[in-house]
């Protein structure tokens, strides 16, 4: 599975930013997709999932503000980024699941893009 961000830049606070992330390869064993950030300096931590059944997580940072979404191939998955801080300055990373099963059990996998950068101005 390749994943692909695009949609970063730069915004003022209080602006938006929306976040696409596009997924190509055995996207058919995708089973859960979400963003994940990295401040300089700062451990990579979740921002938000959505699973192939729709149900959504968010982290308390991006609760009210954050939305995430996706198509209904589960290819291209959305991040709308509302009410933007300057805390939300990093770089966003797309995450895909990918849970393989077979008759011996399942194996999961994990996959990553290259990240976006957000940079929220004062």
């Known amino acids: 599975v390749q994943l692909v961000e695009s949609g970063g830049g730069l915004v003022q606070s209080g602006g938006s930013l929306r976040l696409s992330c596009t997924a190509s390869?055995?996207?058919?064993?995708?089973?859960?997709m979400g963003w994940y950030r990295q401040a300089p300096g700062k451990e990579r931590e979740l921002v938000a999932t959505?699973?192939?059944?729709?149900?959504?997580n968010y982290a308390y940072s991006a609760k009210d503000r954050f939305t995430i979404s996706r198509d209904n191939t589960m290819t291209t998955v959305y991040l709308q980024m509302n009410t933007l801080k300057p805390e939300d300055t990093a770089v966003y990373y797309c995450?895909?699941?990918?849970?393989?099963?077979?008759?011996?059990?399942?194996?999961?996998?994990?996959?990553w893009g290259r990240g976006t950068l957000v940079t929220v101005s004062s």
């Open positions: 959505i699973s192939d059944g729709g149900d959504t």
């Open positions: 995450h895909a699941h990918v849970r393989i099963t077979n008759l011996e059990g399942s194996v999961d996998f994990d996959y």
């Open positions: 390869g055995r996207v058919v064993d995708i089973n859960a």
